[in-house]
């Protein structure tokens, strides 16, 4: 795909097919991740990688169960709470593979230099045909200091973006953008 294409067609996906990410997929969308730039090129971010359904829905069930159990400390904007109260809502929809994009580092820029390399590593999954979405939900249980234990993550990081993925079962629809506010200075 053209870059403008890949831009164009990326798209949260919620939805995915039950065929598993092989691992040579998820090195080349790391390896794009780390092309990001970053401030003072410090790259300060790690990755860490599950590809196994059944304990990414497990994580999924205990990271909700979290949010519902501790909702009033979250900073979630009180709508979400219908969501989490579905019985049927998985936070990793049922995705097939789960990448975490980690700051290694507390410096002023580090959160957004994961930021940067997350939205490449989605860009370069829609140019491979493999849908993503950004589960900010599932940040306040990753970022606990049992989870990051009992996961082996290491207790220094910070999960910036967790992101699922998989083959969709479908691309959804584009919602179309709003005209971009722009303001001319000078």
């Not at 829905?57 to 979290?66: F, P, S, T």
Request: proline share 9%.
């Amino acid at each position: 795909m053209q870059l403008m294409d890949v831009l164009e067609k990326r798209r949260a996906v919620r939805s995915f097919a039950a065929r598993p990410i092989e691992r040579p997929v998820i090195d080349r969308l790391i390896s794009a991740a780390i092309q990001a730039p970053s401030a003072m090129n410090l790259q300060p971010w790690a990755f860490a990688v599950l590809l196994d359904p059944k304990r990414i829905d497990d994580c999924a069930e205990r990271a909700k169960q979290y949010l519902m159990d501790h909702f009033g400390d979250t900073g979630l904007e009180p709508s979400a709470r219908s969501l989490l109260d579905k019985p049927e809502f998985a936070i990793f929809y049922h995705a097939p593979g789960l990448v975490l994009v980690m700051a290694t580092s507390s410096a002023s820029q580090a959160m957004e230099d994961c930021c940067l390399a997350a939205e490449n590593l989605m860009l370069a999954a829609r140019d491979e045909g493999v849908g993503t979405c950004w589960i900010g939900f599932a940040r306040p249980w990753l970022n606990l200091p049992a989870t990051k234990c009992e996961l082996g993550l290491p207790e220094s990081c910070q999960v910036v973006a967790p992101l699922v993925l998989g083959y969709p079962d479908k691309w959804p629809e584009p919602h179309g953008r709003r005209p971009p506010e722009i303001h001319w200075l000078g």
